[in-house]
């Protein structure tokens, strides 16, 4: 059977995550949780139940999800 992982690797990966998990974890409980989509940070109230809010394209642009993509115009030649 053929490992992909050195047991090493995986046990730092392991690590990794429960650091992450702490992390988040502290951030929750002291009410400091931020989210950062395209390098705009949002503040994230943790006792509110629900999200709301707005996306606000440019030309030529439009709303994915909570992002602005581009439109492409093309058409087919016969």
């Known amino acids: 059977m053929h490992q992909f992982f050195s047991t ?4 730092e990966t392991l690590t990794d995550y429960e650091l992450s998990f702490k992390e988040l974890q502290i951030a929750v409980n002291e009410g400091n949780l931020t989210a950062d ?3 705009d940070f949002y503040i ?7 999200v709301k809010g707005n996306v606000i394209c440019g030309e030529g642009e439009t709303q994915v ?3 602005c993509g581009m439109l492409f115009a093309f058409s087919i030649n016969q």
């Open 8 to 11: 090493d690797s995986a046990n």
């Open 37 to 39: 989509i395209l390098e």
């Open 44 to 50: 994230i109230d943790v006792n509110r139940t629900d």
């Open 65 to 67: 999800h909570f992002y």
